[in-house]
């Protein structure tokens, strides 16, 4: 079972383009999540989808959009990246909103 | 808002040995849940154990447990008989519960992190 897909491994992107980082599970979980990771700060939520067609802001979502079409995929777009989205982009699903979330491998983000 | 705090920015343990990764959290909730994940180098976000607050009993899987103090507000990981697979970095996470109204039920809520490595 693949569990978590994320796309692409890594990306080194120019400052003002746009780039969406794709997210696929296979498990049929209700809830997925987009989480940022940054040397010495952690994870912080970016956005959550509680089901497909609703999405929801985290902690960090200015500069990030999010849509749900149908559960098994969760796109995160940049729509004019700026250096400080330089990051490591992970994509997690979990059954319920309050269940055990699965991570994907991450994404390298490089905004130069 | 809810915070946690890892004061251990790294860590070192021979193998075989037991090592305790400190966490504390701040929230005025009585009921919530708590995390430990494990990042090995291959940067994969693994959990390694959770608990309810509403539990009195300490969880524990394997070679690892956790001793949960509500009234302190902490939850630290214990890693018994370290093997080098250990060697990761270690997140304490802060999760509301259903039925809280502050906006960010359900939310992960991560700290800084623990890098633990495990000598031979």
């Known amino acids: 079972t693949a569990g978590i897909t994320q796309a692409p491994t890594s990306q080194i992107l120019a400052a003002g383009r746009s780039m969406t980082l794709r997210c696929t599970q296979d498990m049929r979980h209700n809830a997925m999540y987009w989480y940022r990771q940054d040397l010495g700060l952690g994870l912080r939520l970016i956005h959550y989808s509680n089901t497909a067609g609703t999405t929801g802001k985290g902690e960090v979502p200015d500069g990030y959009s999010v849509s749900r079409a149908n559960t098994d995929d969760f796109p995160l777009t940049l729509a004019s990246a700026v250096p400080s989205q330089t990051s490591v982009y992970f994509c997690?699903?979990?059954?319920?909103?309050?269940?055990?979330?699965?991570f994907g491998p991450g994404t390298r983000l490089t905004v130069l | 808002a809810q915070t946690v705090t890892q004061s251990q920015p790294e860590m070192s343990v021979q193998e075989a040995e037991t090592v305790t990764l400190s966490c504390t959290y701040d929230?005025?909730?009585?009921?919530?849940?708590l995390f430990w994940y494990k990042q090995p180098p291959s940067r994969q976000m693994i959990l390694v154990i959770r608990q309810e607050a509403y539990k009195q009993q300490n969880a524990t899987e394997n070679r690892f447990s956790v001793n949960f103090q509500k009234a302190a507000k902490s939850f630290s990981l214990k890693i018994s008989d370290s093997q080098l697979g250990d060697t990761a970095m270690y997140f304490c996470?802060?999760?509301?519960?259903?039925?809280?109204?502050?906006?960010?039920?359900?939310?992960?809520?991560f700290g800084k992190g623990t890098k633990l490595s495990v000598k031979p």
């Open positions: 997690a699903s979990s059954e319920g909103r309050y269940n055990e979330q699965f």
């Open positions: 929230t005025s909730e009585n009921n919530y849940y």
């Open positions: 996470a802060f999760m509301n519960p259903p039925g809280f109204y502050g906006g960010s039920q359900g939310n992960l809520i």
